[in-house]
């Protein structure tokens, strides 16, 4: 990003000439890197799945050639698409470290090479078998990484997994915590594309009126992340229990998301719960709104794929996105 008449706009070569003058970059302890550049630049504000599709592909196409990969993104949707990316490469076996800067690398006290150079380093590290995010010393998983801050340099937080490692005078990482292959004889990566299905996410609040819900999960929407109170607890009226149960009897998958940032859903737990489980509304348990939106982006994208199979599947743990 650089500055516009018009505010930030991403401007074509600015940042290979930028890392060229950065001796760092060059330096031995830094693995050898290409910089792949779009021919369209975007604000990560208007990324689109397609565009998370691209990206995915230019990872499957160069799979072979590279120890890692390093995507620069802006922050504002950068976990969107490390959760995305986490589940349409299936098996992956190698580092693929999302990365970005609250302060744009054009800038002074930019966050920026900090940021890219340790992105670089983890990614030639042969313990990382998964979709991370790096930000400001630390390294998270993916699909577990949300935007806390949106000016602080500590942009980024993982709220319900620890941490895979933090940079400090030394890079570590806690080997327990990495993703860990399901299969380790099955090293062929495998690419799951994402159509475009009609999902919408909702948040509840006091008072809302029952025929905002209604609209909501009117055809053509195939899918609804509920955002609820704390353990998933929502006004167990009548009216909005007939309209969930409605909806989830004609097709609609809905998922109960907490607004909680920390903790998930326990259905159930209290009585304001109980009839959604009635409902047929599904436990999003301590999944990120992105990974929920992410993960029934790429179930309902798999053809063959049953209903039951996709609200089965979204009960699992597929790529290290929820505790069960």
Not at 12 to 37: M, Q, R, S
Not at 95 to 109: A, K, N
Not at 208 to 229: A, R
Request: proline share 4%; charged share 20%; net charge negative.
């Amino acid at each position: 990003m650089v500055k516009t008449t018009n505010g930030y706009a991403p401007e074509k070569g600015y940042l290979l000439n930028k890392i060229k003058t950065i001796k760092d970059f060059y330096h031995d302890a830094v693995p050898e890197f290409v910089i792949h550049e779009y021919d369209q630049l975007i604000d990560s504000a208007n990324i689109r799945p397609e565009d998370w599709i691209t990206i995915a592909l230019d990872i499957v196409k160069h799979y072979k050639a590279y120890d890692g990969f390093v995507i620069l993104h802006g922050t504002d949707t950068l976990a969107y698409t490390a959760s995305a990316l986490s589940f349409m490469l299936k098996n992956l076996q190698k580092p693929v470290i999302c990365t970005g800067s609250q302060i744009p690398i054009s800038e002074l006290r930019s966050d920026a090479t900090d940021n890219i150079l340790h992105s670089l380093i983890l990614a030639a590290d042969k313990r990382i078998a998964e979709v991370c995010v790096y930000f400001n010393k630390q390294l998270m998983r993916g699909n577990r990484a949300v935007k806390i801050n949106s000016a602080g340099m500590n942009a980024f937080a993982s709220p319900n997994y620890p941490l895979l490692g933090e940079v400090g005078i030394d890079i570590v990482l806690d080997e327990s915590k990495l993703l860990q292959a399901e299969n380790q004889s099955i090293t062929t990566l495998e690419f799951k594309s994402l159509g475009i299905p009609k999902i919408a996410i909702l948040t509840i609040f006091p008072g809302m009126d029952e025929s905002i819900l209604e609209k909501v999960l009117q055809p053509p929407l195939q899918g609804l992340i509920l955002k609820t109170y704390g353990a998933g607890n929502i006004a167990n009226t009548p009216n909005i229990l007939r309209i969930l149960s409605k909806a989830s009897q004609s097709g609609v998958i809905i998922i109960n998301c907490s607004q909680c940032l920390q903790g998930g859903v326990k259905m159930g737990a209290y009585e304001a719960s109980i009839g959604l489980v009635r409902a047929g509304v599904l436990s999003g348990f301590d999944m990120t709104d992105e990974a929920a939106l992410t993960k029934l982006f790429y179930l309902l994208s798999i053809p063959g794929l049953s209903h039951e199979d996709i609200k089965e599947a979204l009960q699992k743990n597929l790529r290290g996105e929820m505790t069960i």
